[in-house]
Protein backbone atom coordinates (compact mmCIF):
# COMPACT_ATOMS: atom_id res chain seq x y z
CA UNK A 1 0.00 0.00 0.00
CA UNK A 2 1.31 3.16 -1.25
CA UNK A 3 1.90 6.11 1.76
CA UNK A 4 0.87 9.30 1.00
CA UNK A 5 2.18 12.68 2.15
CA UNK A 6 2.53 16.67 1.45
CA UNK A 7 5.58 17.59 -1.09
CA UNK A 8 8.30 18.14 1.41
CA UNK A 9 7.96 21.78 0.85
CA UNK A 10 4.14 22.24 2.05
CA UNK A 11 4.88 20.30 4.73
CA UNK A 12 6.46 23.49 6.68
CA UNK A 13 5.35 24.58 9.47
CA UNK A 14 4.31 27.88 7.81
CA UNK A 15 0.64 27.29 8.14
CA UNK A 16 0.56 29.72 4.93
CA UNK A 17 2.57 27.70 2.84
CA UNK A 18 1.01 24.85 3.90
CA UNK A 19 -2.32 26.31 2.55
CA UNK A 20 -0.86 27.44 -0.51
CA UNK A 21 0.58 24.34 -1.12
CA UNK A 22 -2.56 22.35 0.00
CA UNK A 23 -5.33 24.84 -2.31
CA UNK A 24 -3.38 26.79 -4.76
CA UNK A 25 -0.19 24.99 -6.17
CA UNK A 26 -0.88 22.79 -8.93
CA UNK A 27 -4.79 23.88 -9.22
CA UNK A 28 -6.21 25.14 -12.13
CA UNK A 29 -7.17 29.00 -11.15
CA UNK A 30 -7.69 30.81 -14.89
CA UNK A 31 -9.86 33.80 -12.87
CA UNK A 32 -8.47 36.89 -14.35
CA UNK A 33 -7.89 38.84 -11.15
CA UNK A 34 -5.48 35.78 -9.88
CA UNK A 35 -3.65 35.57 -12.80
CA UNK A 36 -2.76 39.38 -12.57
CA UNK A 37 -1.95 38.44 -9.15
CA UNK A 38 0.28 35.51 -9.21
CA UNK A 39 1.75 37.01 -12.16
CA UNK A 40 2.59 39.93 -9.68
CA UNK A 41 3.85 37.89 -6.80
CA UNK A 42 5.90 35.46 -8.95
CA UNK A 43 7.64 38.33 -10.21
CA UNK A 44 8.85 40.10 -6.47
CA UNK A 45 9.38 36.18 -5.80
CA UNK A 46 12.31 36.36 -7.94
CA UNK A 47 15.30 36.10 -6.50
CA UNK A 48 13.77 35.61 -2.89
CA UNK A 49 11.89 33.25 -1.63
CA UNK A 50 8.06 32.04 -1.79
CA UNK A 51 7.61 32.13 1.77
CA UNK A 52 8.47 36.16 2.26
CA UNK A 53 6.00 36.86 -0.78
CA UNK A 54 3.19 34.95 1.10
CA UNK A 55 3.20 36.86 3.92
CA UNK A 56 3.17 40.17 1.98
CA UNK A 57 0.28 38.83 -0.27
CA UNK A 58 -2.26 41.07 1.84
CA UNK A 59 0.34 44.20 1.46
CA UNK A 60 1.06 43.41 -2.23
CA UNK A 61 -3.19 43.18 -2.52
CA UNK A 62 -3.24 46.54 -0.82
CA UNK A 63 -0.84 47.65 -3.02
CA UNK A 64 -1.65 46.68 -5.80
CA UNK A 65 -5.11 47.90 -5.99
CA UNK A 66 -6.78 44.20 -5.17
CA UNK A 67 -4.56 43.51 -8.16
CA UNK A 68 -7.29 44.86 -10.76
CA UNK A 69 -4.84 45.23 -13.84
CA UNK A 70 -7.08 48.19 -15.30
CA UNK A 71 -6.40 50.25 -11.61
CA UNK A 72 -2.72 49.03 -11.73
CA UNK A 73 -2.47 50.07 -15.02
CA UNK A 74 -3.27 53.86 -14.22
CA UNK A 75 -0.47 53.94 -11.48
CA UNK A 76 1.69 56.73 -11.91
CA UNK A 77 5.49 57.87 -11.31
CA UNK A 78 4.04 58.86 -7.99
CA UNK A 79 2.16 55.89 -6.83
CA UNK A 80 5.73 54.10 -7.66
CA UNK A 81 7.30 56.26 -5.58
CA UNK A 82 4.86 55.96 -2.62
CA UNK A 83 5.42 52.14 -3.11
CA UNK A 84 9.29 52.29 -2.44
CA UNK A 85 8.57 54.16 0.67
CA UNK A 86 6.31 51.37 1.84
CA UNK A 87 7.70 48.75 4.30
CA UNK A 88 4.98 46.31 3.76
CA UNK A 89 6.09 45.14 0.78
CA UNK A 90 9.02 44.22 -1.27
CA UNK A 91 10.61 48.06 -2.61
CA UNK A 92 12.09 47.07 -5.73
CA UNK A 93 11.82 49.96 -8.08
CA UNK A 94 11.97 47.72 -10.95
CA UNK A 95 9.60 44.93 -10.00
CA UNK A 96 7.22 47.77 -8.60
CA UNK A 97 7.48 49.13 -12.60
CA UNK A 98 7.33 45.54 -14.34
CA UNK A 99 3.92 45.25 -12.18
CA UNK A 100 2.67 48.32 -13.45
CA UNK A 101 4.07 47.37 -17.11
CA UNK A 102 2.56 43.62 -16.86
CA UNK A 103 -1.16 45.37 -16.06
CA UNK A 104 -1.13 47.43 -19.04
CA UNK A 105 0.17 44.08 -21.24
CA UNK A 106 -2.31 42.24 -19.75
CA UNK A 107 -5.15 44.42 -20.73
CA UNK A 108 -3.73 44.82 -24.40
CA UNK A 109 -3.88 40.63 -24.37
CA UNK A 110 -7.44 40.81 -22.84
CA UNK A 111 -8.50 43.30 -26.01
CA UNK A 112 -6.77 40.65 -28.30
CA UNK A 113 -7.66 37.26 -26.62
CA UNK A 114 -10.90 38.07 -24.90
CA UNK A 115 -8.80 36.84 -21.66
CA UNK A 116 -5.86 36.37 -20.09
CA UNK A 117 -6.47 32.92 -19.71
CA UNK A 118 -7.17 32.24 -22.96
CA UNK A 119 -3.74 33.34 -24.08
CA UNK A 120 -2.07 31.55 -21.57
CA UNK A 121 -4.48 28.31 -23.24
CA UNK A 122 -2.79 29.02 -26.53
CA UNK A 123 0.43 27.15 -24.91
CA UNK A 124 -1.18 25.10 -22.53
CA UNK A 125 -4.49 23.94 -23.67
CA UNK A 126 -4.98 21.88 -20.44
CA UNK A 127 -3.35 21.20 -17.22
CA UNK A 128 -0.16 19.61 -17.71
CA UNK A 129 0.24 17.01 -14.76
CA UNK A 130 3.34 15.71 -14.09
CA UNK A 131 4.54 12.79 -12.18
CA UNK A 132 7.66 13.79 -9.77
CA UNK A 133 8.60 10.91 -7.92
CA UNK A 134 11.04 13.37 -5.88
CA UNK A 135 11.39 17.25 -5.56
CA UNK A 136 14.74 16.78 -7.43
CA UNK A 137 12.77 15.21 -10.60
CA UNK A 138 10.90 19.10 -10.72
CA UNK A 139 12.67 20.86 -12.91
CA UNK A 140 12.69 24.82 -13.00
CA UNK A 141 11.55 25.39 -16.35
CA UNK A 142 10.84 23.67 -19.41
CA UNK A 143 10.24 24.50 -23.07
CA UNK A 144 6.79 25.45 -22.76
CA UNK A 145 7.91 28.25 -20.21
CA UNK A 146 11.09 29.12 -22.42
CA UNK A 147 8.40 29.85 -25.20
CA UNK A 148 5.71 31.22 -23.15
CA UNK A 149 8.59 33.40 -21.39
CA UNK A 150 9.79 34.86 -24.63
CA UNK A 151 6.16 35.61 -26.12
CA UNK A 152 5.31 37.30 -22.97
CA UNK A 153 8.36 40.08 -23.48
CA UNK A 154 6.98 40.14 -27.30
CA UNK A 155 3.94 41.23 -25.61
CA UNK A 156 5.66 43.88 -23.60
CA UNK A 157 5.84 42.29 -20.17
CA UNK A 158 8.56 42.22 -17.81
CA UNK A 159 10.26 40.02 -15.13
CA UNK A 160 9.18 37.02 -16.85
CA UNK A 161 12.12 34.87 -17.38
CA UNK A 162 11.76 31.01 -18.11
CA UNK A 163 12.20 29.83 -14.15
CA UNK A 164 9.48 32.76 -13.10
CA UNK A 165 6.98 31.44 -15.81
CA UNK A 166 7.42 28.18 -15.11
CA UNK A 167 6.60 28.82 -10.81
CA UNK A 168 3.63 31.08 -12.43
CA UNK A 169 2.41 28.18 -14.21
CA UNK A 170 2.49 25.75 -11.03
CA UNK A 171 1.09 28.03 -8.88
CA UNK A 172 -1.81 28.65 -11.34
CA UNK A 173 -2.04 25.35 -12.28
CA UNK A 174 -1.34 24.68 -15.95
CA UNK A 175 1.39 22.87 -14.59
CA UNK A 176 1.07 20.17 -11.87
CA UNK A 177 4.21 19.03 -10.22
CA UNK A 178 2.60 17.48 -7.12
CA UNK A 179 4.84 14.53 -6.06
CA UNK A 180 2.82 10.88 -6.88
CA UNK A 181 2.70 10.91 -3.33
CA UNK A 182 1.35 14.16 -2.06
CA UNK A 183 -2.64 13.96 -1.28
CA UNK A 184 -3.16 17.10 -2.70
CA UNK A 185 -2.04 16.21 -6.54
CA UNK A 186 -5.46 16.03 -7.90
CA UNK A 187 -7.38 18.11 -5.69
CA UNK A 188 -10.13 20.21 -7.10
Known amino acids: ?????????GNSQDKLMQ???????????LDEQYLYEMLVLELFQSGLNWSIVLHKRENFRRAFKNFIPEEVAQMTDADITTLMQDSSIIRNRQ????AIKNAKAILIIEAK????????QE???????????????????????????K??????????????IYSYLQGIG???????????????
Not at 151 to 164: A, E, I, N
Request: with cysteine.
Open 151 to 164: QLKKDGFSFVGPVV
Open 95 to 98: KITA
Open 113 to 120: YGSFGHYL
Open 1 to 9: MEEYSRCPW
Open 123 to 149: FIQTPLINHPQTMAQIPTTSEVAKKLA
Open 19 to 29: QYHDHEWGKLN
Open 174 to 188: LINDHLETCPFKYHS
